[in-house]
């Protein structure tokens, strides 16, 4: 079935009765419908995806279809096990959604759960920041913007977006600390100097 066959069949009632459309999107518990499967995290990020996906000894593929974007995405890997498939559905996913309605997707990115989290990570880090400059701790500073980073590759292997505010946070968080360790090391070195 080509992408748009996906789209226009049985999403815009082309092919396929409204009430066999309605049974196949008719998902249970465990969002599967009757051929159709609503997509988690993993595949749809942090968009409404729908569709099918499969594998077989050495390939495998993903038939998505974004409701709320009216588009279809087809991915075929050849290699079987790895993951990327939902991967690279999820990150072209990502992109489409971006670029069709930019203001629509950041509204769903920080209504998720990912989004209340980057957050508390924004929360965190002006809190440290505050913390730090006011009572100049700059290890403290330089320590959170470190777990900051490390935290943010951490959401890069678990597929999460969280790294577009932990990457920031931390950064911004560890030039300050460094700043301020700077400014520590030449007070210092200015008193010793009168010495």
Not at 64 to 75: C, E, G, H, K, T
Request: glycine share 12%.
């Amino acid at each position: 079935m080509p992408f748009p066959l996906l789209r226009f069949a049985l999403f815009h009632g082309k092919v396929i009765r409204e009430d066999s459309r309605r049974q196949m999107q008719s998902f249970g518990r465990r969002a599967y419908g009757l051929g159709l499967e609503r997509f988690g995290f993993r595949v749809g990020g942090c968009v409404m995806a729908v569709g099918h996906g499969g594998a077989n000894i050495g390939t495998c593929a993903y038939m998505i279809y974004l409701p709320d974007y009216d588009v279809s995405i087809a991915v075929m890997v050849n290699r079987y096990g790895s993951g990327c498939e939902s991967r690279i559905a999820r990150d072209i996913s990502w992109i489409t959604a971006l670029s069709l309605k930019p203001a629509a997707y950041c509204f769903d990115f920080l209504m998720s759960p990912q989004g209340f989290t980057a957050g508390l990570w924004l929360l965190a880090g002006l809190g440290a920041s505050i913390y730090g400059v006011r009572k100049d701790r700059p290890v403290n500073l330089l320590v959170f913007g470190s777990v900051t980073l490390v935290a943010g590759w951490v959401a890069i292997d678990k597929w999460s977006p969280l790294n577009w505010a932990l990457f920031p946070v931390g950064a911004v968080v560890g030039a300050l600390g460094l700043a301020l360790l700077i400014r520590h090391v030449i007070r210092r070195r200015k008193s010793r100097a009168a010495v």
